[in-house]
């Protein structure tokens, strides 16, 4: 009489029913859209800080008889021209995104959902980019341009965490295991905890807001000929800036207490966080103490993704 033995690559509870897990591929397209929204906010940057924000003088064509500069444009051209380009590296990344989250759509809703969002922001984002051009770089279109970027990158964050999530930890989370009644038992957080996180955030989205009326007060348009804002330069700084010292205080706040009642899933977010804000505001002291020297502007705006990729990531963590 012999033993019977059930083969291991037997499905067995959520796989026999058709459950897909997220993959690794999935989590490094995630990765790799963090990293390309937050890049292009940096080229945006450089587009304007160079003077190259008319350097194609049309949209969608860079000038009315061709799609590329022409020599005659010089160093502009390219550089303006090469920030368009890259809005087809972002969108094919969106796209391979949702081909690898295709598989487990049902299991995780929330990743295929955000991952859409994702790649109905970046044609929004060209278009009013090409509106910025039109425009003559008015500042209102310029800001919200940027706004459509910073929502990219908040929008990748939530990409990055859940796919990491759900790729170290399959099964668990996704809708079809919760069917199944899969145990799956987070780690308990502190209630004040959550309003810390969203308050921080709202104030962290409220500082990129005013910081974009920063920029149009201030002195690099990206075009001499760019009309400006009125505004009272001292006024809107420091409306960008008050805001910094609650959002300082209020991740301060939650880092003690998540030390104080050792909740490892965020220490490493909220000390994140705490190091993003520290050089992120000394970058912006520094700058406006020095004149605004394109070098420090154009850290600066790299900070403002990372300072919103950081607290997006408190919140996230926070709450979900």
Known sequence: ????????????????????????????????????????????????????????????????????????????????????????????????????????????????????????????????????????????????????????VALAVLLVNRTGRAYRNPGVESSVALKENVPFTPQPVFGPLRVIAATAWALAAWIIVMGTTVTGTGPHAGDESAPRHTFNALIVTRMHTIPVYAMTLLIIVGLVIVMRRNIASLKNAYLMAIGVILIQAGIGYWQHFSGLPIGLVLAHMLGSALLLSAVTNVWDRTVN
């Open 1 to 152: 009489m012999t033993a019977t033995t059930s083969s291991p690559t037997q499905p067995t509870g959520s796989q026999a029913s058709g459950y897909q897990p997220v993959t690794k591929t999935a989590h490094g397209l995630a990765i790799a859209s963090l990293i390309s929204q937050i890049g292009i906010i940096v080229t945006g940057g450089a587009v304007r800080l160079t003077k190259s924000g008319l350097g194609c003088s049309e949209w969608p064509k860079c000038t009315p008889e061709t799609m590329t500069p022409t020599p005659e444009m010089g160093i502009h051209g390219l550089i303006e021209f090469g920030n368009r380009t890259l809005t087809f590296v972002l969108a094919a990344i969106a796209v391979a995104m949702i081909v690898a989250a295709w598989r487990s759509r049902k299991a995780h809703k929330n990743i295929f959902v955000l991952s859409w969002a994702l790649l109905g922001i970046i044609p929004a984002q060209a278009v009013i980019g090409g509106m910025t051009v039109l425009t003559k770089l008015n500042p209102w279109v310029v800001s919200l341009h940027f706004l459509a970027s910073a929502a990219c």
